[in-house]
Protein backbone atom coordinates (compact mmCIF):
# COMPACT_ATOMS: atom_id res chain seq x y z
CA UNK A 1 0.00 0.00 0.00
CA UNK A 2 2.88 2.50 0.63
CA UNK A 3 4.55 1.53 -2.45
CA UNK A 4 0.87 1.80 -4.54
CA UNK A 5 0.45 5.25 -3.30
CA UNK A 6 4.17 6.21 -3.63
CA UNK A 7 3.49 4.51 -7.65
CA UNK A 8 0.58 6.53 -7.86
CA UNK A 9 1.82 10.09 -6.63
CA UNK A 10 4.69 9.36 -9.19
CA UNK A 11 2.10 8.83 -11.62
CA UNK A 12 0.52 11.83 -11.03
CA UNK A 13 4.04 13.61 -11.30
CA UNK A 14 4.85 12.20 -14.34
CA UNK A 15 1.67 12.37 -16.88
CA UNK A 16 1.17 8.70 -15.93
CA UNK A 17 -1.85 6.47 -15.95
CA UNK A 18 -1.63 3.80 -12.34
CA UNK A 19 -1.94 0.38 -13.22
CA UNK A 20 -1.55 -2.19 -10.32
CA UNK A 21 -0.84 -6.38 -10.55
CA UNK A 22 -2.71 -7.71 -8.05
CA UNK A 23 -1.68 -11.49 -7.56
CA UNK A 24 -4.91 -13.38 -6.72
CA UNK A 25 -4.07 -13.03 -2.49
CA UNK A 26 -4.86 -9.08 -3.07
CA UNK A 27 -7.79 -8.86 -5.45
CA UNK A 28 -10.61 -9.00 -2.79
CA UNK A 29 -9.19 -6.79 -0.89
CA UNK A 30 -9.72 -3.14 -1.89
CA UNK A 31 -12.75 -1.42 -3.54
CA UNK A 32 -11.68 -0.02 -7.19
CA UNK A 33 -10.68 3.76 -6.49
CA UNK A 34 -12.86 4.59 -9.82
CA UNK A 35 -15.96 3.53 -10.36
CA UNK A 36 -17.11 1.89 -13.03
CA UNK A 37 -13.32 1.92 -14.31
CA UNK A 38 -10.50 -0.89 -12.94
CA UNK A 39 -7.42 0.36 -12.01
CA UNK A 40 -6.06 -3.53 -12.47
CA UNK A 41 -3.13 -4.24 -14.87
CA UNK A 42 -5.10 -5.94 -17.88
CA UNK A 43 -4.88 -10.04 -18.36
CA UNK A 44 -3.67 -9.58 -22.01
CA UNK A 45 -1.05 -11.68 -23.50
CA UNK A 46 0.46 -8.87 -24.99
CA UNK A 47 1.35 -7.84 -21.70
CA UNK A 48 1.90 -10.78 -19.73
CA UNK A 49 5.69 -11.56 -20.59
CA UNK A 50 6.27 -7.92 -19.80
CA UNK A 51 5.94 -8.08 -16.41
CA UNK A 52 7.20 -11.01 -15.16
CA UNK A 53 9.30 -12.43 -18.38
CA UNK A 54 13.21 -11.49 -19.11
CA UNK A 55 12.26 -9.81 -22.13
CA UNK A 56 12.22 -6.57 -20.73
CA UNK A 57 15.42 -4.17 -20.39
CA UNK A 58 15.95 -3.60 -16.37
CA UNK A 59 16.71 0.13 -15.89
CA UNK A 60 19.56 -0.99 -13.19
CA UNK A 61 21.23 -3.45 -15.43
CA UNK A 62 21.24 -1.29 -18.70
CA UNK A 63 22.97 1.69 -16.55
CA UNK A 64 25.65 -0.67 -15.27
CA UNK A 65 26.05 -1.92 -19.06
CA UNK A 66 26.53 1.38 -20.32
CA UNK A 67 29.14 3.02 -17.42
CA UNK A 68 25.62 4.86 -16.19
CA UNK A 69 25.20 6.84 -19.45
CA UNK A 70 21.31 7.84 -19.09
CA UNK A 71 21.05 8.98 -22.56
CA UNK A 72 22.76 5.61 -24.39
CA UNK A 73 20.29 3.95 -22.24
CA UNK A 74 16.99 5.61 -22.59
CA UNK A 75 17.84 6.52 -26.30
CA UNK A 76 17.43 3.04 -27.09
CA UNK A 77 13.50 2.28 -28.82
CA UNK A 78 13.29 -1.49 -27.30
CA UNK A 79 13.11 0.42 -24.17
CA UNK A 80 9.29 1.44 -24.66
CA UNK A 81 9.09 -1.11 -21.56
CA UNK A 82 11.23 -0.58 -18.79
CA UNK A 83 11.42 -2.52 -15.33
CA UNK A 84 12.26 -0.68 -12.54
CA UNK A 85 13.14 -2.30 -9.18
CA UNK A 86 12.96 0.73 -6.41
CA UNK A 87 12.52 -2.05 -3.28
CA UNK A 88 14.57 -3.04 -0.57
CA UNK A 89 18.18 -4.06 -1.33
CA UNK A 90 17.96 -2.11 -4.90
CA UNK A 91 21.87 -1.40 -5.79
CA UNK A 92 23.29 2.02 -7.20
CA UNK A 93 22.39 1.22 -10.31
CA UNK A 94 18.69 0.95 -9.85
CA UNK A 95 18.89 4.23 -7.68
CA UNK A 96 19.91 6.44 -10.14
CA UNK A 97 16.21 6.28 -11.14
CA UNK A 98 16.01 9.16 -8.26
CA UNK A 99 18.30 11.51 -10.51
CA UNK A 100 16.80 14.63 -12.76
CA UNK A 101 18.41 13.80 -15.65
CA UNK A 102 17.31 10.29 -15.64
CA UNK A 103 13.42 11.20 -15.18
CA UNK A 104 13.61 13.62 -17.71
CA UNK A 105 14.88 10.92 -20.06
CA UNK A 106 12.27 8.33 -18.12
CA UNK A 107 9.14 10.30 -19.78
CA UNK A 108 10.17 9.21 -23.59
CA UNK A 109 9.21 5.54 -21.66
CA UNK A 110 5.88 4.70 -22.43
CA UNK A 111 5.36 1.78 -19.80
CA UNK A 112 7.60 1.76 -16.51
CA UNK A 113 7.24 -1.69 -14.72
CA UNK A 114 7.51 -0.81 -11.18
CA UNK A 115 8.54 -3.09 -8.14
CA UNK A 116 8.82 -1.75 -4.70
CA UNK A 117 8.37 -2.47 -1.07
CA UNK A 118 8.90 1.09 -0.24
CA UNK A 119 7.17 4.77 0.51
CA UNK A 120 9.17 6.69 -1.91
CA UNK A 121 7.27 9.92 -1.48
CA UNK A 122 9.82 11.57 0.75
CA UNK A 123 12.41 11.58 -1.51
CA UNK A 124 10.23 12.59 -4.49
CA UNK A 125 10.04 15.79 -2.53
CA UNK A 126 14.20 16.13 -2.56
CA UNK A 127 13.97 16.10 -6.32
CA UNK A 128 14.22 19.29 -7.88
CA UNK A 129 12.28 18.02 -10.80
CA UNK A 130 9.04 17.80 -9.03
CA UNK A 131 9.34 20.29 -5.99
CA UNK A 132 7.69 22.86 -6.75
CA UNK A 133 4.87 20.55 -8.57
CA UNK A 134 4.41 18.53 -5.12
CA UNK A 135 4.09 21.92 -3.22
CA UNK A 136 1.59 23.13 -4.96
CA UNK A 137 -0.64 19.35 -4.61
CA UNK A 138 0.51 19.51 -0.65
CA UNK A 139 0.55 22.95 0.98
CA UNK A 140 0.67 20.05 4.12
CA UNK A 141 3.54 17.97 4.27
CA UNK A 142 2.17 15.90 6.86
CA UNK A 143 -1.32 14.37 4.96
CA UNK A 144 0.62 12.90 1.83
CA UNK A 145 -0.03 9.55 2.76
CA UNK A 146 -3.26 10.52 4.38
CA UNK A 147 -4.70 12.13 1.24
CA UNK A 148 -3.18 9.48 -1.29
CA UNK A 149 -4.13 6.34 1.11
CA UNK A 150 -7.63 7.32 1.99
CA UNK A 151 -8.29 8.14 -2.01
CA UNK A 152 -6.82 4.78 -2.96
CA UNK A 153 -8.04 2.50 -0.87
CA UNK A 154 -11.07 1.66 0.43
CA UNK A 155 -11.99 -1.81 2.06
CA UNK A 156 -13.91 -3.99 -0.58
CA UNK A 157 -17.24 -5.21 0.69
CA UNK A 158 -15.97 -8.11 2.36
CA UNK A 159 -13.29 -6.22 4.24
CA UNK A 160 -15.95 -3.80 5.31
CA UNK A 161 -18.23 -6.04 6.85
CA UNK A 162 -15.33 -7.71 8.96
CA UNK A 163 -14.19 -4.13 10.08
CA UNK A 164 -17.63 -2.77 10.70
CA UNK A 165 -18.87 -5.59 12.49
CA UNK A 166 -16.15 -6.08 14.81
CA UNK A 167 -16.14 -1.78 15.33
CA UNK A 168 -19.60 -2.09 16.02
CA UNK A 169 -19.40 -4.61 18.39
CA UNK A 170 -16.17 -4.17 20.35
CA UNK A 171 -15.49 -0.22 19.79
CA UNK A 172 -18.42 1.86 18.21
CA UNK A 173 -19.45 2.44 22.17
CA UNK A 174 -16.18 3.49 24.19
CA UNK A 175 -15.51 7.09 25.19
CA UNK A 176 -11.92 6.39 23.88
CA UNK A 177 -10.22 3.87 21.46
CA UNK A 178 -7.13 2.91 21.99
CA UNK A 179 -4.89 1.11 18.99
CA UNK A 180 -1.84 -1.17 20.15
CA UNK A 181 -0.05 -2.57 17.41
CA UNK A 182 2.75 -5.23 18.49
CA UNK A 183 4.81 -6.19 15.57
CA UNK A 184 7.74 -8.54 16.72
CA UNK A 185 9.82 -9.24 13.95
CA UNK A 186 12.61 -11.58 16.06
CA UNK A 187 10.01 -13.80 18.71
CA UNK A 188 13.53 -15.20 19.82
CA UNK A 189 15.55 -11.75 20.70
CA UNK A 190 12.08 -10.19 21.77
CA UNK A 191 10.70 -12.33 24.21
CA UNK A 192 6.67 -11.65 25.09
CA UNK A 193 7.51 -10.96 28.19
CA UNK A 194 10.00 -7.99 27.65
CA UNK A 195 7.84 -6.67 25.20
CA UNK A 196 5.07 -6.68 27.31
CA UNK A 197 7.47 -4.77 29.76
CA UNK A 198 7.80 -2.56 27.19
CA UNK A 199 4.05 -1.90 26.45
CA UNK A 200 3.81 -0.72 30.22
CA UNK A 201 6.30 1.31 30.59
CA UNK A 202 4.83 2.90 27.47
CA UNK A 203 1.34 3.32 28.36
CA UNK A 204 2.64 4.57 32.46
CA UNK A 205 4.44 7.22 30.79
CA UNK A 206 1.38 8.70 28.65
CA UNK A 207 -1.30 7.36 31.67
CA UNK A 208 -0.84 10.79 33.43
CA UNK A 209 -1.58 12.74 30.10
CA UNK A 210 -4.97 9.98 29.45
CA UNK A 211 -5.63 10.14 32.74
CA UNK A 212 -6.31 13.97 32.48
CA UNK A 213 -8.89 13.41 29.55
CA UNK A 214 -10.75 11.07 31.16
CA UNK A 215 -10.73 13.28 34.25
CA UNK A 216 -12.13 15.98 32.46
CA UNK A 217 -14.71 13.78 31.38
CA UNK A 218 -16.01 12.55 34.09
CA UNK A 219 -16.31 15.95 35.56
CA UNK A 220 -18.26 17.20 33.21
CA UNK A 221 -20.86 14.40 32.30
CA UNK A 222 -20.59 10.83 33.13
CA UNK A 223 -19.45 8.56 35.42
CA UNK A 224 -17.58 6.01 34.62
CA UNK A 225 -15.32 6.00 31.74
CA UNK A 226 -14.59 3.53 29.03
CA UNK A 227 -11.75 2.46 27.21
CA UNK A 228 -11.78 0.14 24.58
CA UNK A 229 -8.44 -1.02 23.48
CA UNK A 230 -7.68 -2.78 20.51
CA UNK A 231 -4.81 -5.33 20.05
CA UNK A 232 -3.07 -6.16 16.78
CA UNK A 233 -0.29 -8.46 16.80
CA UNK A 234 0.06 -11.85 14.64
CA UNK A 235 0.36 -13.61 18.28
CA UNK A 236 -2.66 -13.32 20.81
CA UNK A 237 -0.28 -13.45 23.99
CA UNK A 238 -0.44 -9.64 24.59
CA UNK A 239 -3.71 -9.43 24.15
CA UNK A 240 -4.34 -12.39 26.83
CA UNK A 241 -1.69 -11.19 29.21
CA UNK A 242 -2.94 -7.52 28.83
CA UNK A 243 -6.55 -8.33 29.38
CA UNK A 244 -5.73 -10.66 32.46
CA UNK A 245 -3.63 -8.04 34.24
CA UNK A 246 -6.16 -5.48 33.85
CA UNK A 247 -9.12 -7.68 34.75
CA UNK A 248 -7.43 -8.67 38.18
CA UNK A 249 -6.47 -5.22 38.89
CA UNK A 250 -9.98 -4.24 37.85
CA UNK A 251 -11.23 -6.47 40.41
CA UNK A 252 -9.01 -5.74 43.30
CA UNK A 253 -10.70 -1.87 43.38
CA UNK A 254 -13.38 -0.51 45.02
CA UNK A 255 -15.70 -0.30 42.12
CA UNK A 256 -16.21 3.13 43.35
CA UNK A 257 -18.33 5.76 40.99
CA UNK A 258 -16.48 7.28 38.72
CA UNK A 259 -14.04 4.45 37.46
CA UNK A 260 -12.35 4.30 34.38
CA UNK A 261 -13.28 0.56 32.74
CA UNK A 262 -10.27 -0.33 30.13
CA UNK A 263 -11.32 -3.57 27.87
CA UNK A 264 -9.20 -5.37 25.49
CA UNK A 265 -10.01 -6.35 22.03
CA UNK A 266 -8.07 -8.23 19.43
CA UNK A 267 -9.92 -9.26 15.96
CA UNK A 268 -7.21 -11.54 14.32
CA UNK A 269 -5.43 -14.49 16.00
CA UNK A 270 -3.01 -15.23 12.78
CA UNK A 271 0.17 -16.04 14.77
CA UNK A 272 2.33 -16.54 12.00
CA UNK A 273 2.45 -14.69 9.20
CA UNK A 274 1.81 -16.16 5.53
CA UNK A 275 2.64 -14.83 2.36
CA UNK A 276 0.26 -15.41 -0.58
CA UNK A 277 -2.32 -16.05 1.30
CA UNK A 278 -5.98 -14.18 1.02
CA UNK A 279 -7.58 -14.53 4.12
CA UNK A 280 -4.43 -13.83 5.81
CA UNK A 281 -3.68 -10.83 3.97
CA UNK A 282 -7.87 -10.46 4.63
CA UNK A 283 -7.12 -10.24 8.40
CA UNK A 284 -4.09 -7.95 7.87
CA UNK A 285 -6.34 -4.87 6.24
CA UNK A 286 -8.81 -5.48 8.90
CA UNK A 287 -6.50 -5.21 11.69
CA UNK A 288 -5.06 -1.99 9.20
CA UNK A 289 -8.52 -0.66 9.05
CA UNK A 290 -9.82 -1.09 12.81
CA UNK A 291 -5.96 0.70 14.39
CA UNK A 292 -6.82 3.48 11.63
CA UNK A 293 -10.26 3.86 13.45
CA UNK A 294 -8.77 4.30 17.13
CA UNK A 295 -8.39 7.86 18.63
CA UNK A 296 -4.80 7.36 20.18
CA UNK A 297 -2.07 4.79 18.63
CA UNK A 298 0.91 3.00 19.52
CA UNK A 299 2.30 1.32 16.90
CA UNK A 300 5.91 -0.40 16.72
CA UNK A 301 8.93 1.07 15.23
CA UNK A 302 10.18 -0.18 11.57
CA UNK A 303 6.63 -1.34 11.27
CA UNK A 304 5.38 -0.80 7.72
CA UNK A 305 1.63 -2.04 8.87
CA UNK A 306 1.61 0.59 11.78
CA UNK A 307 2.48 3.46 9.28
CA UNK A 308 -0.85 2.56 7.40
CA UNK A 309 -2.51 2.65 10.02
CA UNK A 310 -1.45 5.91 11.21
CA UNK A 311 -1.46 7.53 7.87
CA UNK A 312 -5.44 6.26 7.21
CA UNK A 313 -6.13 7.37 10.36
CA UNK A 314 -4.31 10.69 10.09
CA UNK A 315 -2.75 10.02 13.66
CA UNK A 316 0.08 11.11 15.07
CA UNK A 317 1.26 7.67 16.98
CA UNK A 318 3.38 6.84 20.04
CA UNK A 319 5.94 4.97 18.50
CA UNK A 320 6.77 1.97 20.38
CA UNK A 321 10.31 0.74 20.76
CA UNK A 322 10.08 -3.15 20.37
CA UNK A 323 13.06 -4.58 22.64
CA UNK A 324 15.57 -6.47 21.43
CA UNK A 325 17.78 -9.13 23.41
CA UNK A 326 20.61 -8.63 20.78
CA UNK A 327 20.69 -4.92 21.34
CA UNK A 328 20.62 -4.62 24.73
CA UNK A 329 16.99 -5.19 25.81
CA UNK A 330 15.70 -2.16 23.72
CA UNK A 331 16.10 0.22 27.11
CA UNK A 332 19.03 2.23 25.41
CA UNK A 333 18.15 3.98 22.35
CA UNK A 334 15.87 6.20 23.17
CA UNK A 335 16.01 5.92 26.93
CA UNK A 336 12.24 5.89 26.51
CA UNK A 337 9.31 2.76 25.71
CA UNK A 338 8.10 4.93 23.30
CA UNK A 339 8.25 8.27 21.25
CA UNK A 340 5.36 10.92 19.74
CA UNK A 341 6.08 10.27 16.07
CA UNK A 342 7.14 14.07 14.63
CA UNK A 343 4.68 13.32 11.89
CA UNK A 344 1.61 10.96 10.86
CA UNK A 345 4.28 10.47 7.51
CA UNK A 346 5.30 6.81 7.08
CA UNK A 347 9.09 6.35 6.43
CA UNK A 348 11.20 5.65 3.70
CA UNK A 349 13.06 3.05 4.74
CA UNK A 350 15.71 2.81 2.20
CA UNK A 351 16.41 5.93 0.47
CA UNK A 352 19.31 5.93 -1.48
CA UNK A 353 21.87 7.82 0.01
CA UNK A 354 24.49 10.57 -0.74
CA UNK A 355 27.38 9.70 -2.35
CA UNK A 356 28.94 12.12 -4.57
CA UNK A 357 29.12 11.35 -7.96
CA UNK A 358 26.26 8.98 -8.32
CA UNK A 359 22.83 9.77 -6.88
CA UNK A 360 21.42 11.11 -3.74
CA UNK A 361 20.56 14.34 -1.85
CA UNK A 362 21.26 15.33 1.59
CA UNK A 363 18.89 15.72 4.17
CA UNK A 364 18.14 17.85 7.57
CA UNK A 365 19.46 21.16 5.76
CA UNK A 366 22.91 19.67 5.47
CA UNK A 367 25.08 21.50 2.90
CA UNK A 368 24.31 19.89 -0.77
CA UNK A 369 20.87 20.18 -0.99
CA UNK A 370 18.17 18.52 1.24
CA UNK A 371 15.09 20.14 2.38
CA UNK A 372 14.03 21.10 5.91
CA UNK A 373 10.64 19.13 5.39
CA UNK A 374 12.13 15.35 5.10
CA UNK A 375 13.57 15.02 7.98
CA UNK A 376 15.31 11.33 9.70
CA UNK A 377 12.72 9.06 11.02
CA UNK A 378 12.17 8.60 14.51
CA UNK A 379 12.45 4.64 14.53
CA UNK A 380 14.69 3.91 11.68
CA UNK A 381 17.99 6.03 11.36
CA UNK A 382 18.71 5.74 7.88
CA UNK A 383 15.42 6.40 6.80
CA UNK A 384 13.46 9.69 5.53
CA UNK A 385 10.04 11.31 6.27
CA UNK A 386 8.07 14.03 5.86
CA UNK A 387 7.39 17.15 8.47
CA UNK A 388 5.78 20.08 8.56
CA UNK A 389 8.14 23.02 9.59
N1 LIG B 1 -3.70 -9.69 10.94
C1 LIG B 1 -2.49 -9.25 11.26
N2 LIG B 1 -1.45 -9.56 10.48
C2 LIG B 1 -0.24 -9.07 10.82
C3 LIG B 1 -0.04 -8.26 11.96
N3 LIG B 1 1.26 -7.93 12.01
C4 LIG B 1 1.85 -8.53 10.97
N4 LIG B 1 0.95 -9.20 10.22
C5 LIG B 1 1.21 -9.98 8.99
O1 LIG B 1 2.53 -9.76 8.63
C6 LIG B 1 2.62 -8.92 7.48
C7 LIG B 1 3.49 -7.77 7.88
O2 LIG B 1 4.29 -7.44 6.87
P1 LIG B 1 4.33 -5.92 6.41
O3 LIG B 1 2.97 -5.54 5.92
O4 LIG B 1 5.50 -5.80 5.54
O5 LIG B 1 4.53 -5.08 7.76
P2 LIG B 1 5.86 -4.88 8.63
O6 LIG B 1 6.68 -6.11 8.54
O7 LIG B 1 5.31 -4.63 9.99
O8 LIG B 1 6.56 -3.69 8.06
C8 LIG B 1 1.23 -8.45 7.20
O9 LIG B 1 0.99 -8.28 5.83
C9 LIG B 1 0.41 -9.56 7.80
O10 LIG B 1 0.38 -10.62 6.89
C10 LIG B 1 -1.19 -7.94 12.77
O11 LIG B 1 -1.12 -7.23 13.76
N5 LIG B 1 -2.38 -8.45 12.36
C1 LIG C 1 -21.60 3.03 -13.72
O1 LIG C 1 -22.21 2.22 -14.69
C2 LIG C 1 -23.57 1.94 -14.43
C3 LIG C 1 -24.06 0.92 -15.46
O2 LIG C 1 -23.61 1.23 -16.73
C4 LIG C 1 -24.36 3.24 -14.43
O3 LIG C 1 -25.71 2.98 -14.15
C5 LIG C 1 -23.76 4.18 -13.38
O4 LIG C 1 -24.41 5.42 -13.42
C6 LIG C 1 -22.27 4.38 -13.59
N1 LIG C 1 -21.72 5.12 -12.48
C7 LIG C 1 -20.86 6.13 -12.63
C8 LIG C 1 -20.37 6.78 -11.37
O5 LIG C 1 -20.49 6.50 -13.71
C1 LIG D 1 26.43 8.62 -23.79
O1 LIG D 1 25.74 8.02 -24.85
C2 LIG D 1 25.41 8.90 -25.89
C3 LIG D 1 24.49 8.19 -26.90
O2 LIG D 1 24.97 6.92 -27.16
C4 LIG D 1 26.69 9.44 -26.53
O3 LIG D 1 26.37 10.35 -27.56
C5 LIG D 1 27.50 10.14 -25.43
O4 LIG D 1 28.75 10.55 -25.95
C6 LIG D 1 27.73 9.23 -24.26
N1 LIG D 1 28.31 9.99 -23.16
C7 LIG D 1 29.39 9.61 -22.53
C8 LIG D 1 29.86 10.50 -21.43
O5 LIG D 1 29.96 8.57 -22.78
C1 LIG E 1 19.46 -1.57 -27.30
O1 LIG E 1 18.61 -2.57 -27.76
C2 LIG E 1 19.27 -3.63 -28.41
C3 LIG E 1 18.23 -4.53 -29.02
O2 LIG E 1 17.12 -4.73 -28.20
C4 LIG E 1 20.18 -4.32 -27.41
O3 LIG E 1 20.85 -5.38 -27.98
C5 LIG E 1 21.17 -3.31 -26.86
O4 LIG E 1 21.95 -3.86 -25.83
C6 LIG E 1 20.47 -2.10 -26.30
N1 LIG E 1 21.40 -1.04 -26.02
C7 LIG E 1 21.52 -0.49 -24.80
C8 LIG E 1 22.42 0.67 -24.72
O5 LIG E 1 20.88 -0.86 -23.86
C1 LIG F 1 13.01 5.06 -32.39
O1 LIG F 1 11.64 4.90 -32.70
C2 LIG F 1 11.10 5.94 -33.49
C3 LIG F 1 9.60 5.72 -33.64
O2 LIG F 1 9.28 4.38 -33.68
C4 LIG F 1 11.84 5.98 -34.83
O3 LIG F 1 11.34 7.06 -35.61
C5 LIG F 1 13.34 6.19 -34.57
O4 LIG F 1 14.05 6.14 -35.78
C6 LIG F 1 13.87 5.14 -33.62
N1 LIG F 1 15.26 5.47 -33.26
C7 LIG F 1 16.21 4.59 -33.19
C8 LIG F 1 17.55 5.09 -32.79
O5 LIG F 1 16.04 3.41 -33.41
C1 LIG G 1 -5.82 9.90 37.65
O1 LIG G 1 -6.30 11.11 38.19
C2 LIG G 1 -6.96 10.99 39.42
C3 LIG G 1 -7.57 12.35 39.81
O2 LIG G 1 -6.66 13.39 39.53
C4 LIG G 1 -5.97 10.45 40.48
O3 LIG G 1 -6.61 10.31 41.71
C5 LIG G 1 -5.44 9.09 40.00
O4 LIG G 1 -4.46 8.61 40.88
C6 LIG G 1 -4.85 9.21 38.59
N1 LIG G 1 -4.49 7.88 38.07
C7 LIG G 1 -3.38 7.61 37.41
C8 LIG G 1 -3.24 6.21 36.90
O5 LIG G 1 -2.53 8.46 37.18
Redesign the pocket.
Known amino acids: MLSMSSAFLYALLTNRVLLVDFGPDMTHLFSEPVPNSTWLFPEDSRFGNRIYGSKVDDFGSLMKNNNN ?1 H ?2 VL ?1 NNSSSFLHVNLGYGYDDYDKLFYSNEVQDGLQKVSWLILKSDQYFVPYLFLMSGFRAKLDRMFPDKETVFHHLGRYLFTPSDQAWGLIARFYDAYLANADERIGLQIRVLDTKASPTALVLKQVLRCAQKEATKQNETATKKLASKKTSYNKAVLVASLSSEFYVELKDMFWKRASASTGSDGEVAVGFHQASHEEVQRSNDGSHNMMAWVDIYLLSLCDVLVTSGWSTFGYVAQGLGGLRPWILQIPDTKYGGGETLWGNACRRAVSMEPCFHFPPSYDGNKVGVRVDGEEGGGSPSVVHCEDVGGGLKLVNV
Open positions: NTAA
